[in-house]
C-alpha cells in the first residue's frame, strides 16, 4: 500500500521542514521536524559544548514539534530552569516559520563531569514551561511540568499527561556530522498523537492512584487497541533516520506507516531568526531609569546590548535617552 499524500513523495527540502501527516485508519495525527542549517547557525553561532549542543538542538525540535501547529500568528516558548549545568534553555517559535534558541550554562560544572553527562543530569531538577501566545485577543496559555531526573522526552510525555490528556509519542534526535570541511548540526523529532473524534481513546481509572483509598487495588483500563499499534509503529524509528539528510520525512513515514497508509500535509518551512532589532532594544532601554542607564555605560561611554539569542552587539549614546533626546 503506498502512502496517501496531498502532494506528491518527493526527496526535496529535506531540511528546515515541518512536515503535518495523519495515519487515519488509527486516529493518528502528528508532525515530523527535519532541522539542517537553521539548527547549525544556532549552535555553531555561540560555540557550546558538545553535550550543551546537543540538548539544545532536542530542545529547538520538540519547540517545532509543537509550535507549528500555530496558526499564521502567534509564539510558542519552550523554557528549562533546573539546577543543573545547564540551568537555562530558551527555544521561541514565532508563527508562521521563526526560530531562535539559546542555552546558559556552567561551563566549571561541564568540565569536572568531562562529557561524561546525559541530556537529564544536565538539565537536573527544575521546570519545563510551555507558553503559547496566539495573538490578537486570544489568552496567553502556559504548561509546566516538573524537571525530576528526566530528558526533554520523558518531560513532554510527562507534560501531555498531565496536562492535556493526550495519548502522545515524542521521538528526538541531533547529530553532529564532521568532514573535512568542518563539522554541521542537524536535528529531528517525531510526534504522533492519538486523536479519535468519538470516543476518549484511553480511559482513565475510575480514580487517580492519589485518591484511592488505603489498600484499593486499581485496575486500569488498557490503551486503546488502535493507540497501541501506532505507537509500537512510531517506536520503531531510529535516531539516525531522524537526522539522516538523504532521507526525506515523507520516505520516513513511508517506513513507518505504509501498511496502514500515511497522508501528509503541506509542509511548514523554518528558518533562524531573531527578532531582536534597533527599536526594541531601545524602547526597552527607554524603560530603565536615567541611573540605572548610567550604570549601564561601558568604558567607551555608550551602552552596550547584546542579544543572547544571536549575539548582535548594538552600542548606544547614552545622550538620546535623555529627556527630550
Known amino acids: 500500500m503506498m502512502a496517501q499524500t496531498s502532494r506528491p513523495v518527493s526527496d526535496s527540502g529535506l531540511d ?25 547557525a544556532i549552535l555553531t553561532r555561540h560555540g557550546y559544548p558538545a553535550p550543551v549542543a546537543r540538548l539544545l538542538g532536542e530542545a529547538a525540535a520538540l519547540t517545532v514539534l509543537l509550535g507549528s501547529a500555530l496558526k499564521m500568528e502567534g509564539r510558542f516558548q519552550l523554557q528549562t530552569r533546573g539546577d543543573g549545568p545547564v540551568d537555562m534553555l530558551v527555544v521561541d517559535f514565532d508563527a508562521p516559520d521563526r526560530l531562535r534558541a539559546f542555552a546558559r550554562f556552567d561551563a566549571e560544572r561541564l568540565d569536572q563531569a568531562r562529557g561524561g553527562l546525559s541530556p537529564a543530569e544536565l538539565l537536573g531538577s527544575g521546570h519545563l514551561a510551555f507558553t503559547i501566545e496566539q495573538g490578537g485577543d486570544l489568552s496567553r496559555y502556559q504548561g509546566v511540568v516538573a524537571l525530576t531526573g528526566q530528558g526533554l ?23 553532529e556530522s564532521v568532514t573535512g570541511g568542518g563539522s ?115 568604558d567607551d561611554g555608550r551602552i552596550g546590548v547584546t542579544c543572547e539569542f544571536c549575539s548582535t552587539h548594538r552600542a548606544y549614546d547614552p545622550l538620546e535617552f535623555e529627556a527630550g533626546a
Do not use: N
Open 184 to 298: 554541521t548540526w542537524r536535528a529531528g523529532g517525531l510526534m504522533a498523537q492519538f486523536l479519535p473524534e468519538a470516543s476518549p481513546g484511553r480511559r482513565q481509572p475510575d480514580l487517580p492512584p492519589g485518591d484511592a483509598p488505603e489498600g484499593t487495588q486499581i485496575d486500569e483500563t488498557p490503551e486503546d487497541d488502535a493507540w497501541m499499534e501506532a505507537k509500537s509503529l512510531a517506536a520503531t524509528v531510529e535516531d539516525h533516520e531522524l537526522v539522516d539528510p538523504l532521507l526525506s520525512s515523507e520516505r520516513l513515514l513511508y517506513r513507518l506507516f505504509h501498511e496502514r497508509g500515511v497522508k501528509v500535509f503541506e509542509p511548514r518551512l523554518i528558518k533562524e531568526a531573531c527578532r531582536c532589532s534597533d527599536l526594541r532594544i531601545r524602547d526597552m532601554l527607554r524603560q530603565f531609569t536615567a541611573q540605572e542607564r548610567r550604570d549601564m555605560i561601558g
Open 153 to 175: 522526552e520523558e518531560a513532554a510525555h510527562e507534560y501531555f499527561r498531565q496536562s492535556e490528556q493526550i495519548p502522545t509519542l515524542v521521538r528526538l534526535a541531533v547529530a
Open 16 to 40: 528546515d521542514v515541518a512536515l503535518p501527516f495523519a495515519v487515519e485508519p488509527l486516529d493518528v495525527r502528528g508532525r515530523v521536524v527535519r532541522l539542517g542549517p537553521s539548527v547549525d
